[in-house]
């Protein structure tokens, strides 16, 4: 909106969702393009892939979670562009608050990655057969051996 424009404050409109919710989240809210500038992340260096991806594929190389997209504009929304205090320094404060807040960030979602992994379920027999043991073995203990 204009009144925020001209007091220098930006907006960052997020979608956040699976990649086809946030596919219907754009393509039903039309208004959305119209008044805002979209913002896609290019051809990140192999360092900057995904670190979500390691336990959810994203659908292309570029494509990085909601939490990683945002880590990666804070710092780009304090860029210092002149717009500061005459010297810069509102700037350079503003965008070190940025990083830290990137580094935060990144270094939550590194957590919560390694936490999923470690407890990402391995695969486990087949419940039947658990279930079926498990029957013959009660049917045992209630009734006694069958003959």
């Known amino acids: 909106d204009n009144a925020n424009h001209v007091r220098g404050q930006r907006l960052l409109i997020m979608i ?3 990649w086809n919710q ?11 393009l119209q ?22 594929p994203e659908p292309e190389g570029h494509c990085v979670s909601t939490l990683e997209a945002c880590a990666q504009a804070l ?11 005459g010297d810069g320094t509102t700037n350079v404060a503003a965008r070190a608050r940025a990083l830290l807040a990137q580094s ?3 270094a939550a979602l590194e ?8 407890n990402m379920k391995r695969p486990q ?7 079926e043991k498990r029957r013959k073995e009660i049917e045992t203990e209630l009734f006694g051996p069958v003959e």
């Open 111 to 118: 957590s919560l990655v390694e936490t999923q992994r470690l």
């Open 16 to 18: 956040d969702g699976t």
């Open 35 to 56: 008044h805002c500038q979209p913002i896609q992340f290019t051809n990140p260096e192999a360092a900057q892939r995904s670190l979500y991806g390691t336990i959810r």
């Open 75 to 85: 710092p780009l929304l304090e860029r210092d562009d002149g717009s500061g205090g």
């Open 104 to 106: 935060h960030l990144l």
């Open 125 to 131: 027999k087949r419940a039947g057969r658990d279930r």
């Open 22 to 32: 946030a596919r219907r989240m754009i393509r039903e809210s039309p208004s959305l």
